[in-house]
């Protein structure tokens, strides 16, 4: 299974960015996608998730600007960012909780770096 994600770039503050990922190989279903980031020096942190029923979960930091859906046909998970902050800046991965031969295994995309302009 592997996830790609794409959608990073450089965007002055205020801006917005739009990230995508989408899961392909073997695999019967997909439980929860998410978005993480990671900032240098700091410890990667959950960004918001998305249940396979549509359900959302937000960190306190991006929620009223980042909006985090999901094309359960097309196995993918999307990150609309909007007013944007030089704090957002981080590598963003995003993560799925794939069903496979009849196990629960959590997969990472290859992140994609995010950076805002002051």
């Known amino acids: 299974v592997q996830l790609q994600a794409s959608g990073g770039g450089l965007v002055q503050a205020g801006g917005s960015l739009r990230l995508s990922c989408v899961a392909s190989?073997?695999?019967?279903?997909?439980?929860?996608m998410g978005w993480y980031r990671q900032a240098p020096g700091k410890q990667r942190e959950l960004v918001a998730s998305?249940?396979?029923?549509?359900?959302?979960k937000y960190a306190d930091s991006v929620k009223g600007r980042f909006t985090i859906s999901r094309d359960n046909a097309k196995n993918s998970v999307y990150l609309q960012m909007n007013s944007l902050k030089p704090e957002d800046t981080a590598v963003y991965y995003c993560?799925?909780?794939?069903?496979?031969?009849?196990?629960?295994?959590?997969?990472w995309g290859q992140g994609t770096q995010v950076t805002v302009s002051s």
């Open positions: 993560n799925a909780d794939v069903n496979r031969y009849g196990l629960r295994m959590d997969y």
């Open positions: 998305i249940t396979s029923g549509g359900s959302t």
């Open positions: 190989g073997r695999f019967y279903s997909i439980n929860d």
